[in-house]
């Protein structure tokens, strides 16, 4: 049962045999987009429309491990907007999470194929804005949930894994192609539309607690490449999937970031996409066979945590060096520690239970 129904709905979910189309056609994306926009001429009521891109999501099987060949051309279909890119994997930039191997190297360069046609897709629906005359009146927002699908990156709380793209545009904003060195967070996604709209977040509890919103809009800090308030952020994981149970509540504040790995005695989960990718079965080999991984952990090191991770993410980029037991950094630690505790307090996380029954 829907507890709010969109009133326009084309999904995977509506046509399962549509799944591909509907998250990776970017033609058709755009023809449902041009659908959408013309209902919506005569209707005077604000307008909310977020559309869910497959890609860079990996695939698998004879589509390509990124999908990136499927729709590229002749017995492959076509997708008559894309004009596929292809990359050499000799002269891609491989991320320090990822083991510089060959084997990385070209799951990377099929990686980056398959954004290709995201980047073109997102150009094609902003173009539908400004033909809808729409462009001088919408706020757009361009943001991953996750990391990608590579080590140390989606599912897990490194930087790799929380520094997702966030791209913001604004009519009313008055600097253009900016980068923010503002902490934001998904959590503030919500505000933010709230504030566009003017509509004021309502006063109510659930089950018997009061509900407060823990982001704040976005649309304050638009013109500010440095604001002064943004940061601190929080984020958590709790599982990918039901089999992938790894619970973690991260602060990052200034220089310093705090993981806690609340069932850090357990093996840490793969990812049924990882597991199977082309880079981790390398790795795995690789690890089996005592060959170099050339990457900056062992396999061992990846699977096995401590139960705080403390990093200088300036002067430590790679989250390398845990400072946790460094007596240099314990009023840090104790100080950091203590405000995860209060946003788990503030959002009612049922994991406080650790800190009282351990």
């Known amino acids: 049962m829907d507890v709010y129904p969109f009133d326009y709905s084309k999904t995977e979910i509506d046509d399962p045999s549509m799944s591909l189309q ?6 058709l994306i755009k023809e449902l987009a041009q659908d959408f926009l013309s209902g919506c001429k005569n209707d005077s009521r604000p307008i909310f429309l977020y559309i869910g891109f ?4 990996r695939c698998g099987g004879s589509k390509g491990e ?3 060949i499927w729709g590229s051309g002749g017995e492959h279909g076509v997708i008559p907007d894309w004009t596929p890119q292809h990359y050499d994997p000799s002269n891609v930039k491989v991320p320090f999470n990822v083991p510089d191997t060959p084997v990385a190297r070209q799951d990377l360069a099929n990686q980056y194929t398959s954004i290709s ?14 033909n809808a005359g729409l462009i001088k009146n919408t706020l757009i927002v361009y943001f991953s949930d996750n990391g990608i699908p590579f080590p140390a990156a989606k599912t897990n709380l490194y930087e790799p894994g929380m520094s997702e793209p966030m791209f913001v545009y604004s009519p009313m904003a008055t600097k253009r192609g900016h980068h923010s060195q503002a902490l934001v967070s998904s959590v503030d996604l919500l505000p933010t539309a709230l504030d566009w709209a003017s509509v004021k977040y309502p006063s109510y509890s659930l089950n018997g607690k009061h509900v407060n919103l823990t982001g704040s809009s976005l649309l304050p800090i638009l013109n500010e490449e440095n604001p002064s308030d943004r940061d601190t952020v929080f984020a958590s ?7 992938m149970y790894y619970p973690m509540r991260v602060i990052h504040q200034g220089l310093f970031k705090l993981i806690y790995n609340i069932a850090n005695n357990l093996t840490y989960p793969i990812a049924e996409d990882l597991y199977g990718s082309p880079t ?18 062992t396999y061992n090191e990846y699977s096995y945590r401590e139960q705080w991770e403390m990093y200088n993410i300036e002067e430590d980029p790679q989250e390398a060096h845990n400072l946790a037991s460094s007596p240099d950094h314990a009023d840090t630690l104790k100080s950091m520690q203590a405000k995860i505790k209060q946003w788990q307090e503030a959002t009612h996380d049922p994991w406080l239970v650790k800190y009282t029954h351990e």
């Open 117 to 130: 046609r995201l980047d073109q897709g997102i150009g094609l629906l902003v173009k539908e804005f400004e």
């Open 22 to 27: 509907y998250g990776r056609n970017i033609t």
């Open 66 to 68: 990124f999908c990136e």
């Open 280 to 297: 981790w079965q390398d790795l795995l080999n690789r690890t089996k066979t005592s060959q170099s991984l050339n990457w900056y952990k």
């Open 237 to 243: 994981h709790q599982c990918h999937e039901v089999t």
């Open 54 to 57: 497959r890609d860079p999501h």
